[in-house]
T-cell receptor, first 115, second 117 residues
Framework: AQTVTQSQPEMSVQEAETVTLSCTYDTSESDYYLFWYKQPPSRQMILVIR??????QNATENRFSVNFQKAAKSFSLKISDSQLGDAAMYFC????????????FGTGTSLTVIP | DTGVSQNPRHKITKRGQNVTFRCDPISEHNRLYWYRQTLGQGPEFLTYFQNEAQLEKSRLLSDRFSAERPKGSFSTLEIQRTEQGDSAMYLCASSLYPMAGGGEKLFFGSGTQLSVL
């Protein structure tokens, strides 16, 4: 079974500091895709970053980067220079390769940014 | 590109009534997904379409739920004989599959918040 676990229901970070959100997943596949989505109070899910499992290099998008540890099935999100607008729910998601087309989401981490 | 549009934003209904939600995907996207999200949880897959064909349905999708995408553009999700347990945010997402470089990215709408009284 494919599951995604986010063990931190809530996190907080001081503005301009760095925070890391954790995600682990369970799969027997060797090739798949991982995502971090942000859901602000407006409730619209916004794609933050995407990682292909076959790529060893960690994905980076401006202040957002991931630490992808394939053997450990870990996919953490690092937010650098945190801004007030980063406050949101963050969801980790897994998508299998060609077998099945679901995206599996974790339960989310609520991030508070302290001014 | 105006993004994924969902209507209505909010729907309040009485138990036993039927409700219908609409989703307009990004115009060039061939895939359209419906997810349900309850408070404190991540989105749960309900069903998806590739063009007009409904290719997969979750076991969460009881026979009271039906989704259509008649012309491969907009989609509707109907819930018949609503129950209080149906109260949730219903999210629509679309994607272009396959995307350049492989894989897929979902683009979400703002959702329809359903409250069943």
């Amino acid at each position: 079974a494919q599951t995604v676990t986010q063990s931190q229901p809530e996190m907080s970070v001081q503005e301009a500091e760095t925070v890391t959100l954790s995600c682990t997943y369970d799969t027997s596949e060797s090739d798949y895709y991982l995502f971090w989505y942000k859901q602000p109070p407006s409730r619209q899910m916004i794609l933050v970053i995407r990682q292909e499992a076959y790529k060893q290099q960690n994905a980076t998008e401006n202040r957002f980067s991931v630490n992808f540890q394939k053997a450990a099935k870990s996919f953490s999100l690092k937010i650098s220079d945190s801004q007030l607008g980063d406050a949101a729910m963050y969801f980790c998601a897994y998508r299998p390769p060609n077998t099945g087309n679901q995206f599996y989401f974790g339960t989310g981490t609520s991030l508070t940014v302290i001014p | 590109d105006t993004g994924v549009s969902q209507n209505p934003r909010h729907k309040i209904t009485k138990r036993g009534q039927n409700v219908t939600f609409r989703c307009d995907p990004i115009s060039e996207h061939n895939r359209l997904y419906w997810y349900r999200q309850t408070l404190g949880q991540g989105p749960e897959f309900l069903t998806y379409f590739q063009n007009e064909a409904q290719l997969e349905k979750s076991r969460l999708l009881s026979d009271r739920f039906s989704a259509e995408r008649p012309k491969g553009s907009f989609s509707t999700l109907e819930i018949q004989r609503t129950e209080q347990g149906d109260s949730a945010m219903y999210l629509c997402a679309s994607s272009l599959y396959p995307m350049a470089g492989g894989g897929e990215k979902l683009f979400f709408g703002s959702g329809t918040q359903l409250s069943v009284l």
